[in-house]
């Protein structure tokens, strides 16, 4: 079965920077696509980062030059580098497996911003 689980999350001043970890297994990331989502109580989970087998990055406009999605594959991890974050970026942040369709979740890691 698919398991996913995210590390790295923590506090953080505002303008600091942070890696996020998504070890997973039972997926081939040759063939899936990979995608980090954060999630706040007043919003759902939107896409921050997205990374196809080809290589292919999406991000939205807004993270745009912040946030940069990788992955190693003889390591089977993800990562989400995160820099110069701002008090906004306080959020859970997760892992998902085949972003565009029906995935599975990991169960998040917690990133806070401090003033």
């Known amino acids: 079965q698919v398991q996913l689980v995210e590390s790295g999350g923590g506090s953080v001043q505002p303008g600091g920077s942070l890696r996020l970890s998504c070890a997973v297994s039972g997926i081939d990331f040759d063939i899936n696509a990979m995608g980090w989502y954060r999630q706040t109580p007043d919003q759902g989970r939107e896409l921050v980062a997205r990374?196809?087998?080809?290589?292919?990055?999406l991000y939205p406009t807004s993270l745009k030059g912040r946030f940069t999605i990788s992955e190693d594959k003889v390591a089977n991890t993800v990562y989400l580098q995160m820099n110069n974050l701002k008090p906004e970026d306080t959020a859970g942040y997760y892992c998902?497996?085949?972003?565009?369709?029906?995935?599975?979740w990991g169960t998040g890691t917690q990133v806070t911003l401090y003033l």
């Open positions: 990374l196809t087998p080809a290589g292919h990055t």
């Open positions: 998902k497996t085949k972003p565009t369709y029906s995935g599975t």
